[in-house]
C-alpha cells in the first residue's frame, strides 16, 4: 500500500495505491455478488462470465472496490497519519487495473489546528435585575387579562371590543368569498378600513366598505374588492377580579397571598433562566472574540444551510411566506453567525477534550428519550431515524456544547452591575470601536493615496 498526502489550508487528498491480494478478493467478491444479481441476455442468471461481468460493470465495480476497501482500511490509514476527517468524505481518479491493482484519491476536511487561550474567569458584566412589587402586579394583570371573559352586549362598538361577523367579499374580477369570524377590534385582525366602519355600530347593523386593495401572500396589491359586512354580536371584555375566589378557580392557591408568592417565585425561576442564557451567549461571544482561526468550509456551508432553514421557520411563525430573494438577502449574515457557531464549536470540543468532558451513552439515551415524548414517538423509532440520519453526533454536541458552558459559567468572573453605569460602560466601549475603524479606515485611505502618489 502507497498513501501519499497532499495538503491545502485544511483540505486533505489522499492519493491510495493498493495491489494484490486485499483488493483481488474485494473484486472477486463483487463479481460474485453481482453474477447472483445481473441478467444479460442469452445467459442464465448466476451463470454470466466473468469477462461478460467486467465489460458491462466496469466502472461500477471500480467504484465499488473503492468504497469497500475504505471502509475496511481507511480507519488504520487515517489513524497512521493521524487524520480525523470532519466532512464528507468524496472520492476522484478512480482506476482498477487487472482487478488487482487499485489506485483512487479521497478528499476531506481536516479540524483547524490552534493553541486554546485561557478560558477560565472569563469577564462577564450584566444589568442588575431582580423581580418587583410592580413585576408581580404587571404579572396579575397579565393573568387577569388571559383569563377575561367575553359577555354579549347591546352596545356600540369599541376599541376592545370583540366583534361576530358576516362577511361578504366581491373582488373586481368578479371572485366572491363568504364567512362568519371574530375579531378584537384594535388588535389589528381586521384592515383598520374595515374596523373604522365598525365603530359605533351594534348587533344588527350592516356596512359596506368599497374599493378596497386585496394583498396577495407576498403583500403585492392584487386588485379592488367591495366588502359587505353584517353585525352578529357585540361582545365586551370582562376582566375578573384579582381575589381568594379567582386564584382557586385557576389552581394558583388558597388566597391571594399564596398565590402573589408563587406568582414571584415563577418569575424568579423565568427570570433566572433568562440570566443563565446572556450569561452563556455573552461566554459564547467573548471566546467568538478571542479566536480567528480558519474553519473548514464545507462545515460552515452545512451550518449556514441549517440556519437559512430555521430564518425560514422564524418568518413562517411570524405568518410571512418566506422567497428565495428574502434568504439570499439574508445568507451573507447567516454565513457569519455559521463561522462563529463552527469556530467556537471546534474551542469548545478542545475545551471538553482538555478538561475530560465526555457525553456517555445514558446522556443520550435520555436525550432521546425526551425528544421521543416531544415527538411522540417510541426511543427506539427514533433512535433509529437519529442514525439513518446521522444525527445522532449532532445530539452528542449539543449535550457537550451544553456541559461545556456549564463548566465555563462556574469558571466566570460575573458581575451585575446597575443598570445606568452598564448603559455608560456599553456607550463607551461602542464609541472606542467606532473610534478605532475610523483611525483604521483613515490609514488605509493614508495608505491608498501613498501608493497612488508613488505609481504617479
Given at each position: 500500500m502507497n498513501v501519499e498526502v497532499e495538503s491545502k489550508d485544511l483540505t486533505k487528498t489522499l492519493t491510495i495505491e493498493d495491489e494484490g491480494e486485499k483488493v483481488k478478493n474485494i473484486v472477486e467478491a463483487i463479481y460474485k455478488d453481482l453474477s447472483k444479481k445481473v441478467s444479460v441476455p442469452g445467459f442464465r442468471q448466476g451463470k454470466v462470465p466473468k469477462a461478460v461481468i467486467k465489460a458491462k460493470y466496469k466502472d461500477y465495480i471500480a467504484e465499488e472496490a473503492v468504497k469497500q476497501y475504505v471502509n475496511k482500511y481507511l480507519p488504520k490509514i487515517l489513524e497512521e497519519h493521524n487524520l480525523k476527517p470532519v466532512s464528507q468524505i468524496y472520492y476522484g481518479d478512480i482506476s482498477l487495473e487487472n482487478d488487482e491493482k487499485l489506485k483512487f484519491k479521497i478528499t476531506f476536511e481536516v479540524a483547524p489546528e490552534f493553541e486554546l487561550k485561557d478560558y477560565e474567569g472569563i469577564e462577564v458584566e450584566m444589568v442588575e435585575t431582580k423581580v418587583s412589587d410592580e413585576d408581580v402586579e404587571k404579572a396579575i394583570q397579565s393573568l387577569l387579562e388571559r383569563n377575561a371573559k367575553f359577555v354579549p352586549e347591546d352596545k356600540e362598538i369599541e376599541i376592545g371590543d370583540t366583534v361576530k361577523i358576516k362577511y361578504h367579499i366581491t373582488a373586481e374580477s368578479g371572485e366572491e368569498e363568504?364567512?362568519?369570524?371574530?375579531?378584537?377590534?384594535?388588535a389589528g385582525t381586521l384592515r383598520k378600513e374595515l374596523e373604522d366602519a365598525l365603530i359605533g355600530k351594534k348587533a344588527g347593523d350592516k356596512v359596506k366598505v368599497?374599493?378596497?386593495?386585496?394583498?396577495?401572500?407576498?403583500?403585492?396589491?392584487?386588485?379592488?374588492?367591495?366588502?359587505?359586512?353584517?353585525?352578529?354580536?357585540?361582545?365586551?371584555?370582562?376582566?375578573?377580579?384579582?381575589?381568594?375566589?379567582?386564584?382557586?378557580?385557576?389552581?394558583?392557591?388558597?388566597?391571594v397571598e399564596e398565590a402573589k408568592k408563587k406568582i414571584r417565585e415563577d418569575l424568579e425561576k423565568e427570570l433566572e433562566e433568562i440570566k443563565k442564557r446572556?450569561?452563556?451567549?455573552?461566554?459564547?461571544?467573548?471566546i467568538a472574540e478571542e479566536y480567528d482561526f480558519p474553519v473548514p468550509e464545507s462545515v460552515v456551508n452545512a451550518e449556514t444551510e441549517y440556519l437559512a432553514q430555521e430564518y425560514a421557520k422564524q418568518l413562517e411563525s411570524y405568518g410571512i411566506k418566506p422567497n428565495k430573494e428574502m434568504i439570499?438577502?439574508?445568507?451573507?449574515?447567516?454565513?457569519?453567525?455559521?463561522e462563529k457557531n463552527v469556530r467556537v464549536s471546534f474551542v469548545f470540543?478542545?475545551?471538553a477534550e482538555k478538561e475530560n468532558?465526555?457525553?456517555?451513552?445514558?446522556?443520550?439515551?435520555?436525550?432521546?428519550?425526551?425528544?421521543a415524548q416531544a415527538y411522540q414517538t417510541t426511543p427506539e423509532t427514533l433512535r433509529k431515524y437519529l442514525e439513518e440520519q446521522g444525527a445522532l453526533d449532532t445530539i452528542r454536541f449539543n449535550i457537550l456544547r451544553k456541559k461545556v458552558l456549564e463548566f465555563l459559567t462556574e469558571k466566570a468572573n460575573?458581575?451585575?452591575?446597575?443598570?445606568?453605569?452598564?448603559?455608560?460602560?456599553?456607550?463607551?466601549?461602542?464609541?472606542?470601536?467606532?473610534?478605532?475603524?475610523?483611525e483604521e479606515e483613515q490609514k488605509e485611505e493614508k495608505e491608498e493615496q501613498a501608493v497612488e502618489n508613488k505609481e504617479a
Open positions: 363568504e364567512d362568519i369570524f371574530e375579531a378584537v377590534i384594535g368599497e374599493n378596497i386593495d386585496l394583498i396577495d401572500e407576498q403583500g403585492n396589491p392584487k386588485g379592488k374588492a367591495t366588502v359587505e359586512i353584517e353585525v352578529l354580536e357585540v361582545m365586551k371584555k370582562e376582566i375578573p377580579e384579582f381575589n381568594d375566589e379567582f386564584v382557586k378557580e385557576i389552581g394558583l392557591g388558597e388566597n446572556e450569561i452563556e451567549q455573552k461566554i459564547i461571544d467573548k439570499e438577502a439574508a445568507l451573507e449574515n447567516l454565513k457569519q453567525t455559521a470540543n478542545k475545551i468532558i465526555q457525553v456517555s451513552d445514558e446522556e443520550i439515551n435520555e436525550e432521546i428519550q425526551k425528544m460575573i458581575k451585575e452591575i446597575p443598570k445606568e453605569e452598564y448603559e455608560k460602560k456599553l456607550k463607551e466601549q461602542q464609541e472606542a470601536e467606532q473610534q478605532a475603524q475610523a
